[in-house]
T-cell receptor, first 116, second 112 residues
């Protein structure tokens, strides 16, 4: 399967613990996006990378959240000191954009986080 | 990004055309209309996009009004597997911010 993969698919953690999610984009895709989705809502943008550079961050991305994309390949999203309000589906998407071209995002299956 | 307005839910009989409307009255001249869908427990899937002209691909057709203030996604022969939440978003193709705003979308139920 050459699509976007995310690991783990499900994570249950206790409030106050740190969690880290991984996203492996489609090979050679230069853009990588993170979204958060709660029940009944559409995905909400968190941040995105162009290669290894983090270019945009949403106000939703508090200081407890950090994302990295070393070497412009896979990405990690870490949440420190988790709160119950962090419970959500965390989606990753990747795309290949050349110049000013079209940005078609391919989404992964998501990581469902439950904070107890 | 301009905001969009979609009906909360729609239903359609299997084999019939499903026409999903979207209003985007504040769309800017350089913003495209994109459609995604999300089947339960999966990530969103790209369907189609357009700027001014109507577009068609193997999944759907996109009809954009001349003033670009609204559009309609058409699934010509809906199947049960088309049951999903459909999102209409507008965003610039290049230059500026690439932050897409999904909204709540339209929950389409295709029934036998």
């Amino acid at each position: 399967d050459t699509g976007v993969s995310q690991d783990p698919r499900h994570k249950i953690t206790k409030r106050g613990q740190n969690v880290t999610f991984r996203c492996d984009p489609i090979s050679e895709h230069n853009r990588l996006y993170w979204y958060r989705q709660t029940l009944g809502q559409g995905p909400e943008f968190l941040t995105y990378f162009q290669n290894e550079a983090q270019l945009e961050k949403s106000r939703l991305l508090s200081d407890r959240f950090s994302a990295e994309r070393p070497k412009g390949s896979f990405s990690t999203l870490e949440i420190q000191r988790t709160e119950q309000g962090d419970s959500a589906m965390y989606l990753c998407a990747s795309s290949l954009v050349i110049g000013t071209g079209f940005d078609e995002q391919y989404f992964g299956p998501g990581t469902r986080l439950t904070v107890t | 990004d301009a905001k969009t307005t979609q009906p909360t839910s729609m239903d359609c009989a299997e084999g019939r055309a499903a026409n999903l409307p979207c209003n985007h009255s504040t769309i800017s001249g350089n913003e495209y209309v994109y459609w995604y869908r999300q089947i339960h427990s999966q990530g969103p899937q790209y369907i189609i996009h357009g700027l001014k002209n109507n577009e068609t691909n193997e999944m759907a057709s996109l009809i954009i009004t001349e003033d670009r203030k609204s559009s309609t996604l058409i699934l010509p022969h809906a199947t049960l597997r088309d049951t999903a939440v459909y999102y209409c978003i507008v965003r610039a193709a290049s230059g500026g911010s690439y932050i897409p705003t999904f909204g709540r979308g339209t929950s389409l139920i295709v029934h036998p």
